[in-house]
């Protein structure tokens, strides 16, 4: 996913320009460099990006409910992943969780088992600093989870009061 700032674009349309890193083919479908993923153009308030689709819906409930994104990807092997800041990434793990059932037993059972033990359709966490200039550093967090469990996550952002 690439995030930039409203006045990044010189055309108007910004949905109709195509940012680095992505390329429109001839029927007009946006595909992302490299990876080849197909592309929407999502925006909530000032903010605004190209995602991979199946994505999409995912990152606009998550913005709607002010958890902000760092980037975010639909992985080849089934997987998703997204960034975000340590108190987003918190926000997002426990809004996700909340209701219970299933999914929620994925998103905990990780903080209590080896890498190694976990499943495949267990959600795995990373995190890491980012140092910035004078100020005390902050933690991204990459949270990864099965791309099967998009459609659940956006009811259930959807749905919380």
């Excluded at 940012?19 to 007009?28: A, E, L, N, T």
């Excluded at 153009?41 to 903010?47: M, Q």
């Excluded at 199946?54 to 960034?83: F, H």
């Excluded at 967090?141 to 956006?154: Q, S, T, W």
Aim: aromatic share 14%; hydrophobic share 40%; proline share 7%.
């Amino acid at each position: 996913m690439t995030l930039f700032p409203l006045d990044s674009f010189t055309s108007y349309d910004r949905s109709a320009s195509v940012p680095p890193g992505w390329r429109r083919s001839d029927d007009g479908t946006v595909y992302q460099r490299g990876s080849g993923h197909t592309g929407s153009y999502i925006s909530h308030g000032s903010w605004e990006a190209w995602v991979d689709a199946p994505m999409a819906p995912l990152v606009l409930a998550c913005w709607k409910r002010e958890i902000y994104t760092i980037s975010c990807c639909q992985d080849e092997d089934g997987m998703a992943n997204i960034v975000f800041r340590d108190r987003d990434a918190a926000r997002f793990v426990d809004l996700a969780g909340r209701t219970g059932g299933e999914l929620a037993v994925r998103i905990h059972r990780t903080s209590c088992r080896a890498d190694w033990a976990l499943g495949p359709d267990d959600w795995r966490y990373v995190a890491w600093p980012y140092w910035r200039r004078s100020r005390p550093p902050a933690f991204l967090m990459k949270v990864r989870f099965p791309l099967a469990d998009v459609p659940e996550l956006v009811g259930r952002f959807e749905g919380a009061g």
